[in-house]
Nanobody, 124 residues
Framework: VQLQASGGGLVQAGGSLRLSCAAS????????MGWFRQAPGKEREFVAG????????PYADSVKGRFTISRDNTKNMVFLEMNSLKPEDTAVYYC??????????????????WGKGTLVTVSS
């Protein structure tokens, strides 16, 4: 499975962006999907996850209430709607596909499929 994230850019604080992740070479419907981010000089961190059915959508506390993850299994796409953006949201955002939510939430080093990332910059 190949993943390609897109939709990043420069936005002012308080603004919104919608990230997309396209899956090819397989079908994302068979995988739990997640978004992670890595800010300069920091470790990669979990942002949001979504089960194959979309019925489970855990979020990091730092984005809860501002970000929304969704998926369209008919198009092999996953989305991250980001609202009320803050300068601390500035990072490269990566999408990932895993066999279980456990990898997304607890063991990202075990995730097999990663996209190349898209840069989100939030200016103050």
């Amino acid at each position: 499975v190949q993943l390609q994230a897109s939709g990043g850019g420069l936005v002012q604080a308080g603004g919104s962006l919608r990230l997309s992740c396209a899956a090819s070479g397989g079908t994302s419907v068979n995988y739990v999907m997640g978004w992670f981010r890595q800010a300069p000089g920091k470790e990669r961190e979990f942002v949001a996850g979504i089960s194959w059915s979309g019925g489970s959508t855990p979020y990091a506390d730092s984005v809860k209430g501002r970000f929304t993850i969704s998926r369209d299994n008919t198009k092999n796409m996953v989305f991250l709607e980001m609202n009320s953006l803050k300068p601390e949201d500035t990072a490269v955002y990566y999408c990932a596909a895993a066999d279980s939510m456990g990898y997304i939430l607890q063991n990202p080093h075990g995730i097999e499929y990663w996209g190349k990332g898209t840069l989100v910059t939030v200016s103050s």
